[in-house]
């Protein structure tokens, strides 16, 4: 039988303007750099070979990263350059701008050009007596910060690793304040069980990150879900049965028929995604979905994935619970490592083995499983089990146990409405099965050690939920927190 084609589902001619871009691969950050002189054009002419080369030397640097597009212009050693070459830098759209000082450039030309960029700025002086870079830097950023303008500054040359760890953080860290700003968070449904710390307030959103909040109720998903076709559903259930570890039917909870209904849940939510121009969403499941139909759980992990059965793609972070500021606070910790993200709970800590247990029912990303790009062998340690009985719904939770490597543990809390970014790093552990018993057996786990002292960390942490990604990112946070005058609270 032919299935009939539904028009709610086709979109293959959906309008050049919606933006898909968070379904795409491989983002390019956009960097401009400008460049500052005397302005004597006679001694221009002496320092201008000076200035290029450590122009090209920035550019060469950046250029080795891979993911980073440049944008260069002449030099600007005059008033009416500084506003013309800025402007026109502008239009390129940047992620940030980076000014090139080598000599005692007129400062002037700098906070001129300062008018006209909106982007996070760092000015960059090379380690050299025979010119006085270094007081062309102090003047050119006390100048812009003079006007209440924000800019950087980074002392040393670009060729050396430290000095490059600095400019890469930095330019991590205003990727994501700049990319923020025109998101759209997809909220779908309301707060969850009552959790008051991961409500949104829209305004400080927008004014804050500049981040649009769009509510939807989150029975959509389940309307849009009975608009997919079995066939499509089906080739995701083979999939996953090819290539998960296991996946425990138990004919009551867990059924073909209900994993089904989930994976339908799911690709209904990556078209409404798509279809709406989200950005990053978060769902509220309990107790609707969870209680009554079906747990978001095979949303959580495979929307937070850089891949599905469909193949490789962009992670779109899902924030379990509705848990809003958890969600933005993923989209940060995303745009700043480019890699997926995890969303647990505080659960447990186990004293003899001084590990804390974060666990959590859903929004935990299956790459965390072994952190392989081939997801065969991420998914051959994840298993799927039948929702527990505290929820009256039917179908899988995702289990693994996250492998070891080094994690960056982040949350963006609120006090009177103002926010602090709290930071610890620690070890993820592989740790043996059996330890799931201690807790909850169906849900994915990491066990971690931390670098704060634990109780400490718990009474000075402020959320429930806590969200990580692989490697240390301290700084990037750091900076971000720096661009976004908000506190930063190293635990």
């Not at 920035?58 to 990263?65: C, E, M, N, S």
């Not at 849009?224 to 066939?231: F, H, S």
């Not at 994976?263 to 798509?274: D, F, H, P, T």
Request: with cysteine; glycine share 8%.
């Amino acid at each position: 039988m032919q299935i009939k084609k539904n028009p709610e589902r086709d979109f293959i001619n959906l309008p050049k303007y919606l933006n898909v871009s968070k379904l795409e691969v491989g983002a390019t950050k956009k960097v401009g750099i400008l460049s500052f002189s005397d302005g004597r054009e006679r001694v221009h002419d002496t320092l201008k070979e000076y200035i290029a080369g450590c122009e090209q030397q920035i550019a060469d640097v950046l250029k080795q990263h891979g993911d980073i597009e440049v944008f260069t212009a002449e030099t600007i050693f005059s008033n009416c350059q500084a506003a013309e070459v800025s402007r026109k830098m502008q239009g390129y759209q940047l992620d940030a701008c980076i000014l090139n000082v080598p000599v005692f450039a007129f400062p002037n030309y700098a906070v001129l050009a300062s008018l006209f960029q909106e982007v996070p700025l760092l000015a960059i002086a090379p380690v050299n007596g025979l010119y006085p870079g270094l007081g062309g830097l102090q003047a050119a950023v006390n100048g812009i910060q003079q006007i209440g303008f924000s800019c950087e500054k980074v002392w040393g040359n670009i060729t050396e690793g430290t000095v490059q760890k600095k400019v890469f953080a930095f330019l991590d860290a205003a990727y994501a304040a700049s990319r923020l700003k025109g998101q759209v968070y997809g909220l779908f449904g309301g707060r969850s069980i009552g959790m008051v710390s991961g409500s949104v307030n829209p305004d400080l959103w927008l004014s804050k990150f500049g981040v649009d909040v769009d509510h939807v109720d989150q029975l959509e998903i389940l309307r849009r879900a009975q608009l997919v076709p079995d066939e499509e559903a089906q080739k995701a259930l083979s999939w996953l049965e090819n290539n998960l570890r296991r996946i425990c039917y138990d004919g009551g909870k867990l059924t073909r028929g209900s994993l089904i209904m989930q994976i339908k849940c799911y690709i209904a939510l990556k078209e409404l995604i798509r279809e709406r121009g989200y950005s990053f969403v978060g769902v509220k499941c309990h107790y609707d979905f969870s209680e009554y139909y079906y747990p978001q759980c095979i949303s959580a992990a495979f929307c937070n994935d850089p891949y599905d059965w469909d193949g490789p793609k962009e992670p779109v972070v899902f924030s379990c619970e509705a848990d809003s500021d958890g969600a933005l606070t993923m989209q940060v910790l995303k745009l700043i490592s480019g890699k997926p993200v995890l969303f647990s709970d505080f659960r447990h800590f186990l004293k003899q083995e001084d590990l804390f247990v974060f666990c959590n029912c859903g929004a935990c990303s299956t790459w965390y499983a072994a952190q392989s790009d081939d997801y065969r062998e991420n998914l051959k340690k994840v298993s799927l089990c039948p929702v527990i009985p505290k929820y009256g719904g039917q179908g899988a939770h995702v289990q693994f146990i996250a492998g070891e490597s080094q994690m960056t543990f982040a949350r963006l809390t609120r006090k009177n409405e103002t926010y602090q970014f709290q930071v610890f790093v620690g070890q993820f552990h592989d740790m043996p099965e059996e330890m799931l018993e201690q807790t909850c057996p169906a849900w994915p786990h990491g066990y971690a050690k931390v670098s704060s002292d634990p109780e400490e960390l718990i009474s000075r942490y402020h959320s429930n939920h806590i969200h990580a990604i692989s490697g240390d990112y301290t700084e990037q946070i750091k900076m971000f927190c720096k661009l976004k005058q908000i506190d930063f609270e190293q635990l």
